[in-house]
């Protein structure tokens, strides 16, 4: 599994116990909020990654949102 990209720097990472949020916790662990799509970091920084490398975003999180609606999940 990939995790978030900027897991290691971000100051809102929670796994969602009481594991300390340092360097080897981040690298084995995905944070809560990108397990959960919620995190509008992600998102922000996303979209400035796109703009500035010119790459497309290789998830479409609307198509997320909207799947996960439809499982009955969000």
Not at 33 to 55: N, P, V
Request: hydrophobic fraction near 30%; glycine fraction near 6%; charged fraction near 25%.
């Amino acid at each position: 599994m990939q995790f978030c990209f900027c897991q290691e720097l971000c100051s809102h990472y929670n796994v969602g116990d009481n594991k300390p949020p340092n360097h080897d916790v981040r690298t084995k662990y995905p944070c809560r909020h990108w397990l959960a799509m919620d995190c509008e970091k992600i998102f922000a920084l996303a979209e400035l990654q796109e703009y500035c490398t010119g790459q497309p975003m290789a998830c479409k999180i609307d198509k997320i949102h909207r799947l996960k609606k439809e499982l009955g999940g969000g």
